[in-house]
């Protein structure tokens, strides 16, 4: 089991910057990568980034390349997102994740994700 608590998400206007952490405890050494996807009201769970765990690696969803960054540090069992640049339709709750099957490519779909965090809510405004 690995539990994910993300922190607190906010409000914030367009074109501003947001940080959000997901601190992982339980049986981190299992994560082979760790994700982050969002939810907007009506919508499909959608992919956002996630970064390899335990190797080096990280991909991106095109709707925030460029604009978005995540980062681990092991030593905590903490990943971020960094999110700059925001647009309105990036309002949504984010949920963090955690894939323990490896290895291979990083998994994009929500279905290769084996633990979420409670999510948290990411308003953007004009």
């Not at 681990?72 to 990036?90: C, G, H, I, R, W």
């Not at 490896?102 to 084996?114: E, M, T």
Request: proline share 3%.
């Amino acid at each position: 089991q690995v539990h994910l608590v993300e922190s607190e998400g906010g409000l914030v206007q367009a074109g501003g910057s947001l940080r959000l952490s997901c601190a992982a405890s339980g049986n981190t050494f299992s994560a082979y990568a760790m994700g982050w996807f969002r939810q907007a009201p009506g919508s499909e769970r959608e992919f956002v980034a996630a970064i390899r765990w335990n190797r080096v690696g990280a991909y991106y969803s095109d709707s925030v390349k460029g604009r978005f960054t995540v980062s681990k540090d092991q030593a905590k069992n903490t990943v971020y997102l960094q999110m700059n640049s925001l647009k309105p339709e990036d309002t949504a709750v984010y949920y963090c994740a955690a894939a323990t099957t490896g290895p291979g490519n990083i998994p994009l779909s929500a279905f290769k994700y084996d633990f979420y965090g409670q999510g948290t809510q990411v308003t953007v405004s004009l």
